[in-house]
């Protein structure tokens, strides 16, 4: 599978962070990292947690940055529809995401009513913000795959993880590569 970040993520250091000096490793972390999310996504994806994700297809991805999961998801055989809130080159978009990988439409186009047979893949959702509780409560599927920090990191808000907890179950998951200081993964829960 060609997957330029992650072989990018390793050119800076990414898989033995202690391997060079600490305090300039992290730098080029620092700065690695924030070009490296522009151009591609939050997360650094895998080849497991491609094919993990491409075996839940088809899939609805919502918040889908510049769409770089998805595009990895397609060429596994996976089918995703993606949306965002502010597609790259259609509006402006706080992330600063400026490349498209996949095609994606604008959220306001989504049909909830259309989701009872897709899965809802979330990465990501912005930090305190109600995107990522709105947008489970929309769904009408039975399979969400997130991919970010847990509760009390810096993604979604606390009602997101209350509502997993309360609602949703765990079936599987795999470790990503990590940016110092970031701990996501890749989780895939079943409605309760």
Request: aromatic share 12%; glycine share 8%.
């Amino acid at each position: 599978m060609k997957n330029p970040y992650y072989d990018k993520f390793l050119e800076i250091g990414g898989a033995d962070r202690f391997s060079f000096d600490r305090i300039q490793q992290m730098i080029s972390h620092a700065v690695g990292r924030d070009t490296l999310v522009r151009e591609y996504s939050w997360s650094v994806p895998t080849e497991e947690a491609i094919n993990m994700i491409a075996k839940y297809s088809p899939i609805i991805e919502v918040g889908a940055g510049t769409g770089y999961w998805a595009s990895l998801i397609t060429a596994a055989g996976g089918k995703v529809d993606c949306y965002d809130l502010h597609p790259p080159g259609i509006s402006d978009n706080s992330y600063r995401h400026e490349i498209q990988h996949h095609p994606i439409l604008p959220v306001s186009w989504l049909k909830w009513e259309n989701t009872t047979s897709k899965s809802l893949l979330l990465s990501w959702p912005p930090y305190d913000s109600p995107m990522g509780l709105d947008t489970l409560r929309k769904y009408r599927g039975d399979t969400l795959i997130y991919i970010g920090e847990g509760q009390y990191g810096c993604c979604a808000g606390d009602n997101f993880f209350e509502e997993l907890d309360e609602k949703w179950i765990e079936v599987e998951g795999c470790n990503l590569p990590q940016w110092d200081g970031i701990h996501d993964h890749l989780t895939i829960y079943r409605r309760k």
